[in-house]
Every structure is written in structure tokens, then in C-alpha cells.
């Protein structure tokens, strides 16, 4: 199961020209002005980036806003969740972590971890049974844009519609005004996306 399905998204906005997810740009401004239409329920965008730790040259980072409705697929196996009370009042900047990436670095809640030049403190350990996001971590979007040096982007914008029958009237209206950028339904979009996963996969393992 593709992180792109399974959640309560109906539609996802990206960069149509990009390779995989982690080199799509997209101006989170945009998710901004998507979330004001009369058919939009919610609207959550998300950065995915490949960063160095302290043991794993290759390691996925997946940034989400503190609000965000796609953080409700992260079970929580141990600790905190990430928009949890708990997780604010941490001691330095909180992250939870998939529990592939728990086990690979030896890691539990209360421990801290380097992620680049930055040290972050484990809340809680995850799983969503999706080998690439149980492989990494998740953090709050602004730390993760810190991270990325992506400042006010994001690589793709997931959508909730009040109604998935309005999909098509909404898809008009996001052509018009942005022209550049990609709208699909999270099936299709998963099934571009599944040979650059299988990249990813290759890059994981080595």
C-alpha cells in the first residue's frame, strides 16, 4: 500500500515534470489559496527529502504541518504522537520515527538523533506498514523545510474534498489559476510515483 493511497485525501497537487516526489516543488502558498474553495474539506501539504544521520547516508524525511489530517496514518506503536501535547513540551525539536528506522538505529522514545547538522528528540515511534515511511521519520513542515533548505515549499499538496463527485469542477478551477502544477487523484499519482519508490527502495538497501 503506496503512503499516496490510504489516507483520506481524494487529490494531490505536485510539479508534473518532476522525477519523484522529493525533487517536486510546489509554493505552499497555493495550499493556502486551494483550502478557501467551497469544495474543499482540508488541505495538507507535505515534504518528503533524502538527508543524512547518524548511521544511514540515505534517510527519508517527510515533513507535515502541525495540523495536518494525514498524520492520523501514523500509528503510533510507543511514545507520543507528533501533534501531541507531549511532543510540544519535549525538550528540543520533536520527531517521531518509523520503526524499521527505530530498530536500524537502535533508537526508543526520549532519545535524541542527528539529522544533518541538527538534533532532534524521538516523541514517539510509528507504523503505517508502507516500507519507505516506517524506513524514516516524520517532523514539523517548518522544521523539515529548515532541514531541506526548501523554505515556503513543499513537494505536494494533498486534498480532501467535501465530495469526491466534485473532483471535476474543482480540477477546472486548479488548471485555470495554475497552469504549472499537477492535479491527480492519489490512486493515479501512486501508480506514477511506484517505479520512483522502487529507486528508493534500491537506494535504502544499499
Known amino acids: 500500500d503506496s503512503f499516496l493511497t490510504g489516507n483520506q485525501a481524494d487529490l494531490v497537487l505536485s510539479q508534473p515534470d518532476a522525477f519523484d516526489i ?28 533524502l538527508v543524512q544521520t547518524e548511521s544511514v547516508p540515505f534517510f527519508f524525511v517527510f515533513g507535515y504541518p502541525d495540523d495536518s489530517f494525514m498524520l492520523s496514518r501514523f500509528q503510533i506503536v510507543d511514545g507520543v504522537a507528533l501533534d501531541s501535547r507531549e511532543a510540544e513540551q519535549a525538550h528540543g525539536t520533536p520527531v517521531i520515527l518509523g520503526g524499521s528506522a527505530a530498530d536500524t538505529l537502535n533508537k526508543k522514545p526520549g532519545d535524541t ?94
Request: proline share 2%; hydrophobic share 40%; aromatic share 6%.
Open 113 to 206: 538523533m542527528r539529522i544533518q547538522e541538527s538534533v532532534f528528540r524521538i516523541v514517539g515511534i510509528y507504523e503505517t506498514g508502507q516500507g519507505l515511511e516506517d524506513s524514516g521519520a516524520v517532523l514539523p513542515l517548518r522544521d523539515a523545510q529548515q532541514l531541506l533548505g526548501r523554505q515556503h515549499q513543499v513537494s505536494i499538496i494533498y486534498i480532501q474534498l467535501k465530495d469526491t463527485s466534485l473532483s471535476d469542477r474543482i480540477e477546472t478551477r486548479v488548471e485555470r489559476l495554475y497552469p504549472d502544477l499537477s492535479l491527480s487523484t492519489t490512486d493515479a499519482y501512486a501508480d506514477q510515483q511506484m517505479m520512483g519508490d522502487m529507486m528508493k527502495g534500491y537506494v535504502w538497501g544499499i
Open 22 to 49: 522529493s525533487m517536486s516543488a510546489v509554493d505552499e502558498k497555493v495550499g493556502d489559496d486551494i483550502a478557501t474553495m467551497s469544495e474543499v474539506t482540508a488541505v495538507s501539504g507535505m515534504l518528503q527529502g
